[in-house]
């Protein structure tokens, strides 16, 4: 995995460049506490800071943390030629009064997270709305990522069941990227891969940006 990444990275442009993630999801679903695990490298495996409902938005520029090393990423993505680039999430309050505000931040996006509380099952159906809104309302070119959150817990549902509550199989059959993982925010279980599976789909999205700004300088050449 190390080295598709260094890979993918190789072929990146050579200027810097800011990967911008827009995280949405229901109340709850624990966004501000994910951002927090990732912004705390420090915070030990079980302990969360107490968080209060998000009002609005929140920013995290995680330039140091992503591509400077970190250690609960582990040896894999400490490996990214990265160097010069940052990732910034864009973290919503997720009370119904203040979705509306996400779609003003859509444009801002490279990639889409939608959380979701894995040990809700009654909230799958409100979530998947709002997943559907999403989706309907952002550009195909970017992919989303479900993450499914609390998965330290023990009424935790299984990954390929919140798949199907949330009709990403639906989702999927229009070609668009879109991926499911499970994480704890409170445990940190789960983050190295979700944030993997980032760093290649949005390389890829460079990647396609870069061939076709060749595309262009060649045909007007
Ligand atoms: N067990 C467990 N609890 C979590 C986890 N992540 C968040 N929580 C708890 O879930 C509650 C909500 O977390 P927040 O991070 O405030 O949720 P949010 O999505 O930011 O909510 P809004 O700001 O209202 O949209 C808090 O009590 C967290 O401690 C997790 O991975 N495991
Ligand atoms: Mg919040």
């Known amino acids: 995995m190390g080295s598709a990444i260094s890979t993918t990275a190789a072929t990146l442009l050579g200027a810097s460049k800011t990967f911008e993630l827009v995280m949405v999801g229901l109340d709850d679903a624990g966004k501000t506490s ?21 009002i609005g938005a929140s920013f995290l520029s995680l330039a140091s943390v992503l591509f400077k090393g970190i250690n609960w990423i582990g040896s894999t993505i400490e490996t990214i030629s990265y160097g010069r680039h940052s990732v910034t999430i864009w973290e919503f309050g997720g009370l119904d009064k203040v979705r509306p505000l996400w779609r003003r931040y859509f444009w801002h996006a490279h990639a889409f997270v939608f959380l979701v509380d894995a040990a809700a099952p009654a909230r799958f159906p409100e979530a998947k709305e709002e997943l559907t809104r999403m989706w309907e309302g952002t550009s195909d070119t970017h992919p989303v990522l479900v993450l499914a959150n609390k998965i330290d817990l023990a009424g935790a549902v299984e990954l390929s069941v919140i798949e199907e509550a949330l009709g990403v199989p639906e989702l999927a059959k229009s070609g668009r990227t879109i991926g ?5 925010a409170l445990t940190g279980e789960g983050l190295n891969e979700a944030l993997g599976w980032f760093v290649e789909n949005i390389s890829h999205q460079f990647i396609a940006e870069t061939d076709e700004a060749k595309k262009h300088v060649v045909q007007a050449w």
């Open 34 to 54: 994910l951002v927090n695990r990732l912004k705390r490298r420090e915070l030990p495996r079980g302990v969360l800071p107490a968080t209060i409902t998000t």
């Open 180 to 184: 499911v993982k499970g994480v704890s």
